[in-house]
C-alpha cells in the first residue's frame, strides 16, 4: 500500500469487477449510425440559436429547444485545444506520447476530442482533417474515427 498525505487514508492498487451498458442516445445514435453506414459526420442544429452540435444531441445546451434538424459536418476543422500523455491510467511511462485534441470542424460550433495522428509538433490553430477507419472495420463506435491527421 502506498500512503496518502493523511495517514489515516490509504490508497491501494486493485481490480473492481465492474460492468456498465453506455447507451448513446437518440443524438448519439445519429451520429454513430452516420459514422458507421456512410462515413460521414452528423450533428444537429438548433432552430433556435442556429448552434450546430457535433455529435448531434437532441436538445440545445443554451436554449433547451429539440434539436431535429440534421446537417453534415465537413470533415477537416481547426486545432482549438490540445494535450499530451506520456503515462498510461495506470501510471506505467508510454513509448511514445499521445495527443488528444480538440477540433472545431467547419460547420460546427461545438468540439469533437480525439486522438492527433501523425503530427510530430502539435500546434493550436493547425488544420487537420478527420481520418476514418476502413468501412468493414467500423462497429458504431467514437472509434470508427481512427483519429485527426494533419490536413
Request: hydrophobic share 35%; with cysteine.
Amino acid at each position: 500500500m502506498k500512503p496518502t498525505t493523511n495517514d489515516t487514508l490509504r490508497t491501494w492498487r486493485d481490480n473492481i469487477p465492474v460492468t456498465a451498458l453506455y447507451t448513446a442516445g437518440l443524438g448519439g445514435t445519429i451520429f454513430l449510425q452516420a459514422l458507421k453506414e456512410r462515413g460521414q459526420l452528423v450533428g444537429t442544429r438548433c432552430p433556435t440559436c442556429q448552434r450546430t452540435y457535433l455529435p448531434a444531441q437532441q436538445f440545445c445546451e443554451r436554449c433547451f429547444a429539440e434539436l431535429t434538424e440534421q446537417v453534415r459536418v465537413k470533415s477537416k476543422g481547426e486545432v482549438v485545444s490540445f494535450t499530451q500523455a506520456h503515462y498510461d491510467r495506470d501510471d506505467n511511462r508510454l513509448p511514445a506520447p499521445i495527443t488528444v485534441a480538440a477540433v472545431r470542424l467547419d460547420g460546427a460550433d461545438t468540439v469533437l476530442i480525439h486522438y492527433l495522428l501523425r503530427t510530430p509538433k502539435p500546434r493550436i490553430g493547425a488544420r487537420v482533417r478527420v481520418l476514418l477507419k476502413p468501412k468493414a472495420k467500423r462497429t458504431g463506435s467514437i472509434l470508427d474515427i481512427a483519429g485527426f491527421v494533419p490536413a
